[in-house]
């Protein structure tokens, strides 16, 4: 529904001849990266392609280390996103070589990802066996869209392209987000889905989860 209502291209991007920056755009496989000032793109080296999937490797190690000795019944992808973030703050000139060969490695990845998934997928099979599951996600998606797209049009007038996507990067995560902006070809909306979907994996993912117990002790 999403992909059916937002409209493709650069229609709500402000641009100015005078400014003197370059949006910086997460590329697909065969873009080219644009970079702000003049500044030199990094080159996609095998070098680079392995300090690349080493440091994700790191990560994702430590995210599941810390996670089996804090709260072995939470799922390591909360922490691992937190651990993501608090790096690349901390130390973003490491990560800032890796960006080039990052961003394609993760694409691919991406691909991958969504493949897999809908060859996994089966929606007769989820019906069948848990049909009130199903009615209380699609109330859950309903409810989040008609909040979003009423407080964000018929308050703040902000731009329905970025709300769509914003409803994406809430409900499906930073891949599917990431996918949506580069199909509709919102190349500035690229990284900050990614960012957005990335920070509700550190916030939001470990807050309902935390919150379900809570919810089930209250109804017991």
């Known amino acids: 529904m999403l992909f059916y209502l937002a409209k493709a291209g650069e229609t709500g991007a402000k641009t100015s001849s005078s400014s003197k920056e370059e949006t910086l755009n997460l590329p697909s496989l065969g873009d080219d990266i644009v970079v702000a000032n003049g500044e030199t793109p990094n080159q996609i080296t095998t070098s680079s392609i392995a300090y690349s999937i080493a440091s994700?490797?790191?990560?994702?190690?430590i995210g599941e280390l810390l996670t089996r000795?804090?709260?072995?019944?939470?799922?390591?992808m909360v922490i691992t996103s937190i651990v993501t973030v608090l790096a690349a703050t901390i130390h973003p000139k490491w990560f800032k070589k890796l960006r080039s060969s990052g961003s394609a490695i993760g694409i691919l990845f991406l691909q991958m990802f969504f493949a897999a998934s809908g060859a996994s997928g089966s929606l007769l099979?989820?019906?069948r066996r848990a049909p009130s599951l199903v009615a209380f996600s699609m109330m859950q998606i309903a409810i989040h869209f008609v909040f979003l797209i009423g407080i964000g049009r018929g308050i703040f007038r902000l731009d329905p392209n970025e709300l769509y996507l914003a409803s994406n990067a809430n409900v499906g995560g930073p891949t599917t987000a990431a996918a949506m902006a580069q199909a509709k070809e919102?190349?500035?909306?690229?990284?900050?889905?990614?960012?957005?979907?990335?920070?509700?994996?550190?916030?939001?993912?470990?807050?309902?989860?935390?919150?379900?117990?809570l919810l089930t002790r209250i109804v017991a």
């Open 56 to 61: 994700a490797s790191c990560l994702v190690t």
């Open 69 to 76: 000795a804090i709260c072995p019944s939470l799922s390591s």
């Open 125 to 127: 099979l989820v019906l």
């Open 186 to 213: 919102w190349n500035r909306l690229t990284l900050p889905a990614l960012l957005v979907g990335v920070f509700g994996y550190a916030t939001a993912t470990a807050l309902s989860l935390s919150l379900g117990p």
